[in-house]
């Protein structure tokens, strides 16, 4: 295959992107990319601290699409690219990328990973993983407490506040435009049959 390319995966926090995405990945030949809209956010270096806590990250446009679009579009072309680095603790970015690439596969895994029209036109499998809101609630509050030194209520209040909120407005209709919609509980069966529809 000469051709490059990209499985784009959405589904709200906690939904089990990145989860699917490294499946993924292990299914692929060494020379895959991951990608995540993590690393995307816009470096709010520029901001006092207390202003950062208030920005709302679970809306679109706290992501730098350009930025994405360059990195996508270099792998798309067969050639590296580099990815920044964002750092949660303190909303920006750390001073050295990461380089990879060249790919002949591209995963990317976000929670509006279908709703950009450019990258979701380079998507060869369009993926969204529906999940119930409870069960994404437990799931941010254990990954925020352990990697990223949050508070249960800290994430409680982020979650009724913005993430739901977010979520219903930005997240849950991508599923209309995916070409594959999985349950929360996917197996390593569902898997497989996405890879092999997605090399189709």
């Not at 709010?44 to 930025?67: M, Y």
């Not at 580099?82 to 690439?101: A, I, M």
């Amino acid at each position: 295959m000469n051709e490059v390319r990209m499985i784009a995966i959405a589904g709200g926090s906690g939904s089990g992107k990145s989860y699917l995405a490294r499946k993924l990945r292990e299914r692929m030949p060494q020379d895959a990319v991951l990608l995540t809209l993590d690393d995307f956010y816009h470096d709010l270096s520029g901001l006092p601290e207390k202003e950062r806590d208030v920005v709302n990250f679970d809306d679109p446009k706290a992501i730098d699409w350009k930025e994405l679009e360059r990195a996508v579009d270099e792998l798309m072309a067969g050639r590296q690219a580099v990815l920044p680095c964002y750092d949660f603790t303190t909303h920006t970015r750390k001073s050295e990328g990461q380089v990879v690439g060249p790919a002949k596969w591209i995963v990317l895994e976000g929670l509006w990973s279908l709703s950009d029209p450019s990258i979701c036109q380079r998507a060869a499998c369009k993926v969204f993983i529906d999940c119930p809101s409870e069960l994404r609630l437990m799931r941010r509050i254990a990954r925020d407490t352990q990697e990223r030194g949050r508070t249960e209520e800290s994430v409680r209040r982020q979650f009724r506040e913005h993430v739901d909120p977010m979520h219903d407005r930005y997240v849950q209709p991508q599923g209309q435009c995916a070409d594959v919609v999985l349950s929360a509980d996917f197996s390593d069966v569902d898997v497989e049959v996405l890879w092999q529809r997605a090399n189709q």
